[in-house]
């Protein structure tokens, strides 16, 4: 079965640091990838997406994510985190079933 | 345009009652889904709907269901409602369904099971 892997439960970091978050997915064909946040008291809206094309994807609020597909990875990327980066962020990956997502990687930003 | 909206957004039942939730989708989307968050296993699917037609079922019991209205709007039914059944169930719509479509998301309707 489709599976999306977050390897970061909490990850907890100081203002200005750099900011990677794993993600590894395991369907083997064509494959949809998505980064979706959840702010504290928000609904889930989406970062970014990657279908095709360029495997470096940049999204909204200066993230970005790169499809490595020899690695089945799709990482998240900030080179420099504000403390309105708190959030939880959960990768989601879709192929020939629906939406598989990681069970989310909760980011605190601390001044 | 209006976003996603769900109804009720908290619910409080107790064990053994049944609960529908309501989900309307963003106008002209006409893909649905349905998903609980809780937070030890965040999202799971539970179901996609699309033209009134179940696409798609994720790995829950049969307690679990859905419809889909001509008008796109979708409801989840869940019986005999267990303890562990407390989550924030979520409703995405998507405008068709392809699966490299982008989701919105809705607030989410609150379920605590007593």
């Known amino acids: 079965a489709q599976s999306v892997s977050q390897h970061n439960h909490h990850v907890i970091l100081s203002e200005a640091a750099s900011l990677e978050l794993g993600c590894n997915y395991s369907?083997?064909?064509?494959?949809?990838l998505f980064w979706y946040v959840q702010y504290p008291g928000q609904h889930l809206q989406l970062l970014l997406k990657?279908?095709?094309?360029?495997?470096l994807v940049k999204g909204i609020k200066g993230f970005e994510a790169e499809f490595i597909k020899s690695k089945f990875s799709f990482n998240l990327r900030k080179p420099s985190v504000q403390w309105s980066d708190t959030a939880e962020y959960f990768c989601?990956?879709?192929?020939?079933?629906?939406?598989?997502f990681g069970k989310g990687t909760r980011l605190s930003v601390i001044a | 345009k209006a976003g996603v909206t769900q109804t009720p957004r908290y619910l409080i039942k107790t064990r053994g009652q049944q609960v529908t939730l309501s989900c309307s989708p963003i106008?002209?989307?006409?893909?649905v889904s349905w998903y609980q968050q809780t937070p030890g296993q965040g999202l799971q699917f539970l179901f996609e709907?699309?033209?009134?037609?179940?696409?798609n079922k994720g790995n829950f019991p049969g307690r679990f269901s859905g419809r889909q209205f001509s008008n796109s709007r979708s409801e989840m039914n869940v019986s005999t409602l267990e303890l562990g059944d407390s989550a924030l169930y979520l409703c995405?719509?998507?405008?068709?369904?392809?699966?490299?479509?982008?989701?919105?998301f809705g607030p989410g309707t609150r379920l605590t099971v007593l």
């Open positions: 369907y083997g064909g064509t494959v949809n």
């Open positions: 990657y279908f095709s094309g360029d495997p």
């Open positions: 709907y699309f033209s009134e037609t179940q696409r």
């Open positions: 995405a719509s998507r405008l068709g369904d392809q699966t490299y479509n982008e989701q919105f």
């Open positions: 106008s002209g989307h006409r893909s």
């Open positions: 989601d990956s879709s192929g020939n079933t629906p939406l598989v």
